[in-house]
């Protein structure tokens, strides 16, 4: 099974309880709210670091001081192992 391969539930919910994530549909959510306007957008820009690294990028919603991601793997219409893995490395990130 491949990187970018859908997961079935079972392997999402697996998967689930090793982070600090939650799942919304076929995303992957995860709300943090920084001390301060710019921690949270140096704190963006770290994970897009990573991110980019990845060649796999979240949804980055900023209001204020709080940042939402959102990952799915668009291409295969769902949840697969890279957004797990994107995850894992966003967790940890000190936010």
């Known amino acids: 099974m491949g990187r970018r391969d859908l997961l079935d539930e079972a392997a999402i919910e697996s998967r689930l309880r090793e982070l600090h994530w939650e799942r919304t549909g076929d995303e992957l959510v995860k709300t ?5 306007f710019p921690a ?7 994970v897009a670091e990573v991110a980019e690294a990845m060649d796999h ?15 799915s793997t668009h291409s ?3 949840l697969t192992e890279i957004d797990f893995e994107l995850a894992r490395k966003v ?3 000190r936010a």
């Open 91 to 93: 967790d940890a990130l």
């Open 57 to 71: 990028h979240p949804d980055i919603d900023i209001r204020w001081r709080t940042v939402t991601l959102r990952v």
């Open 40 to 46: 949270a957008i140096a704190w963006v820009g770290e």
């Open 76 to 78: 295969a219409g769902g």
């Open 32 to 36: 943090v709210e920084l001390p301060t």
